[in-house]
């Protein structure tokens, strides 16, 4: 039962709560603070650990769906290796470890770095941050998702509730311009994960689904990959143009610096675009993000020029 269950917390999905690390490159001094890092971690497990009770509760809720796919049908809940019971339990648990730690994140002290822009005026933004992902999850598993648009807007949302909930554990500000282009980012994603699923299942989109097509999610039918294809050229552009302007506006950098990290965006947009097109890729981001090797190359060296650019002493101010 251990074993099935830690399956299905999908720790293999945790890394998009990567996310939650965005504060301590983008705030100037941040990852030279012991205490901010060690935040930084508990923020990524707290979110995790989360994430997996949400997983959970949809899982549950979408195991009859899970039985029509040919890798879902393997999940744990819908193959039953383990019982609803046990998963609505275990996400119970999870969410009351969540609230115990983000109430102590929030109540501990922190030093900031000189740079570091402070959050005041709340006082217990980490724990609300998360609530809100919660609910937003739980409400996105029972209706939301069944609504066209509306879906891959709440999953973005999600993305960006990460991202802020990186900057709230902190207890700095960082800059919307940042904020945007994640969300941007998780909207593209989420475009690219319908087109996918329309064309897997050999549905056009865009008519109600009938008897003989098989059991998907009802949002499918509000969607055709002619528009998704439009919307997913426009994501990837506004997407663009909000990090080159995050770049020209960073705090602290009045030499706009941050620039120079633009074409690692740039190509590993247009290379994800290149394979959901060319091979059909995109239904699972998080698996295409770890095992295509020219991205990995462009995330790695976009993350390590921004920790040279904000910290390298021959750059910095």
């Known amino acids: 039962m251990i074993p099935a269950l830690i399956q299905s917390l999908r720790p293999r999905q945790w890394t998009k709560n990567f996310l939650v690390f965005g504060a301590l490159f983008f705030v100037p001094g941040a990852l030279l603070f012991p205490a901010l890092v060690g935040r930084a971690v508990a923020a990524f497990l707290l979110f995790s650990f989360a994430a997996g009770a949400g997983y959970l509760v949809n899982d549950v809720r979408d195991r009859k769906y899970d039985l029509e796919h040919p890798k879902k049908k393997l999940r744990p809940i819908a193959s039953g290796r383990l019982s609803p019971s046990v998963a609505i339990t275990a996400a119970v648990i999870l969410v009351i470890i969540v609230f115990a730690g983000s ?17 005041n005026g709340f006082g217990f933004p980490f724990s609300i941050t998360l609530a809100g992902y919660l609910i937003l999850t739980f409400i996105y598993s029972a209706w939301l998702r069944n609504v066209a648009l509306l879906d891959v807007m709440v999953l973005a949302a999600g993305f960006t509730l990460r991202a802020v909930a990186g900057a709230v554990a902190l207890k700095v500000i960082i800059s919307p311009w940042l904020l945007l282009c994640t969300g941007l980012l998780a909207l593209y994603l989420a475009l690219g994960k319908r087109r996918q699923e329309l064309v897997r299942l050999g549905i056009p989109g865009g008519e109600p689904l009938g008897e003989g097509q098989p059991e998907v999610r009802s949002s499918l039918s509000g969607y055709t990959i002619p528009l998704l294809d439009q919307l997913l050229i426009i994501a990837a552009s506004v997407n663009l143009m909000s990090y080159s302007l995050y770049t020209f506006s960073a705090s602290g950098h009045p030499d706009n610096r941050l620039m120079l990290t633009i074409p690692f965006v740039v190509y590993g947009i247009f290379r994800y675009h290149s394979l959901i097109h060319r091979k059909d890729a995109g239904e699972a981001p998080d698996e295409v993000l770890l095992n295509d090797i020219p991205l990995v190359v462009t995330i790695i060296l976009w993350a390590l020029a921004v920790t040279v650019l904000f910290f390298w002493p021959g750059f910095r101010e």
């Open 103 to 119: 109430l102590s994140l929030d109540l501990t002290g922190v030093v900031l770095p000189e740079s570091a822009t402070p959050l």
